[in-house]
């Protein structure tokens, strides 16, 4: 098997070619969403997402925790931090302020208003994303790779027994973060890479 270069280029945009080898498939009926609380940092935004999520706090209010009120009310919904990035804000120091709960797992209470039409913001693209992080360097070229974090090894599994590329498990966001035409040109990509392993 002939192995893939490590760099595979999309468009303007780097990829780690194990965006295109690993299989995933978010398994929360497994990991209860501890995405959003593990981690000693919030989700990466952008300033127009900052403020896209104080215009939709309103509608997710009532669902938050009284700790993350406090956290909002006494340094906004982002700061920065110790990386110098602009995060959502947390609270004690883990949990991102706007998750919410549905028995034992956690969830996003901006990106379930949204999908109930509550709000017109679903939530940040880093976390649509996720496991693909972007990097963005200082020529403006952007990166994506593949994070492998512990709390995600079922998505790997329920992935791998799918054989569902995290390409292709990330489809809507990737679109969301880079138009159709581009990932249309990322799945001629993938299936050239496919011939030549």
């Known amino acids: 098997m002939k192995p893939l270069p490590p760099i595979i280029q999309v468009g303007d945009v780097l990829l780690s070619s194990d965006i295109f080898t690993e299989k995933f498939c978010c398994d929360l009926d497994v990991c209860h969403g501890a995405c959003c609380v593990e981690g000693d940092a919030g989700a990466p935004v952008t300033l127009d997402e900052v403020a896209a999520i104080e215009e939709s706090t309103t509608s997710v ?16 919904v982002a700061y920065v931090d110790r990386d ?36 017109k913001f679903c939530k940040p693209i880093s976390c649509a994303l996720y496991p693909i992080r972007e990097k963005t360097f200082n020529d ?3 990166g994506l790779n593949y994070h492998r974090w512990s709390v995600c090894q079922c998505g790997r599994e329920k992935g791998l027994a799918l054989r569902l590329p995290l390409y292709e498990f ?9 138009g159709q035409e581009w990932y249309d040109e990322l799945c001629e990509v993938a299936q050239n890479l496919t011939r030549l392993v």
């Open 84 to 119: 110098s990035d602009l995060v959502t804000s947390i609270v004690n120091g883990r949990d991102c302020v706007f998750t919410c709960h549905e028995g034992d797992t956690t969830l996003c209470a901006l990106e379930r208003a949204w999908r109930q039409g509550r709000c």
């Open 170 to 178: 990330l489809k809507e966001p990737l679109i969301r973060r880079f």
């Open 140 to 142: 403006g070229t952007v």
């Open 61 to 76: 209010w009532s669902e938050l925790s009284a700790s993350a009120q406090a956290v909002i009310d006494s340094q906004g």
